[in-house]
């Protein structure tokens, strides 16, 4: 069951819908996430930030524990202290039911904060990483929260993972029966559909 509730003011309503997305392997993301970087831990009542640079367009976030419940809170910040969004999160068990999303990060200055509110006896495990970046942006710098990862063909490959999500395609570029759309490193081959 996914419950919706609007904790506003009644002058601000919202509109809210929730579909089943058949076309999508989230756990193929989490492990595939989970296999290009490298988690850090944060202790019950820390908090750890990341900042991006400006070509970062959209960043994937997975929190998760090692079954133990899950209770943290994940902030896009522009600016100090200017929160542009919150996210409350509560699992049960984080190692059987993690949390991924992805968030949008236009414009500069963006930091995600994610906030472990459990107590000091539940630890955490977490991965903030670009996932749609510019191209015509300078990638050299675009993470400064302590994950490492390998720097070269990053830019092609989150760049055609969010764009073939949008289209309908897999996580590895490739979209319909069988043709390309793109590797994920960004190089274009035979049959390929554009770009």
Same mark, same amino acid.
């Given at each position: 069951t996914v419950s919706i509730r609007n904790t506003a003011q009644l002058?601000?309503?919202l509109a809210a819908a929730v579909e089943a997305d058949y076309? %999508?392997?989230? *756990?193929?993301?989490i492990m595939d996430l989970s296999e290009r970087s490298r988690p850090a831990t944060i202790q019950g009542g820390a908090l750890k930030?990341? *900042?991006?640079? $400006?070509?970062? $367009?959209?960043? $994937?976030i997975l929190l998760r524990t090692d079954? %133990?419940?899950?209770?943290?809170?994940?902030e896009l910040l522009q600016g100090p202290n200017n929160n542009k969004q919150v996210v409350e999160i509560y699992?049960?068990?984080?190692?059987? %039911?993690?949390?991924?999303?992805y968030i949008e990060t236009p414009g500069t200055g963006n930091v995600v904060r994610v906030v472990n509110t459990a107590p000091m006896e539940f630890p955490m495990s977490a991965r903030v990483e670009p996932?749609?970046? %510019?191209?015509?942006?300078?990638d050299s710098v675009v993470v400064d929260g302590g994950n490492s990862r390998e720097e070269r063909g990053t830019r092609g490959y989150y760049q055609n993972n969010y764009r073939n999500y949008r289209l309908g395609g897999d996580r590895y570029g490739r979209y319909g029966s069988g043709s390309t759309f793109g590797d994920r490193y960004g190089n274009y081959g035979y049959g390929s559909t554009g770009g």
């Open positions: 002058e601000f309503p076309s %999508r392997d989230l *756990s193929a993301d930030t990341y *900042s991006f640079a $400006q070509a970062v $367009q959209c960043v $994937q079954g %133990r419940p899950l209770n943290a809170r994940v699992s049960e068990d984080g190692a059987e %039911r993690p949390f991924m999303a996932y749609v970046i %510019r191209d015509w942006e300078d």
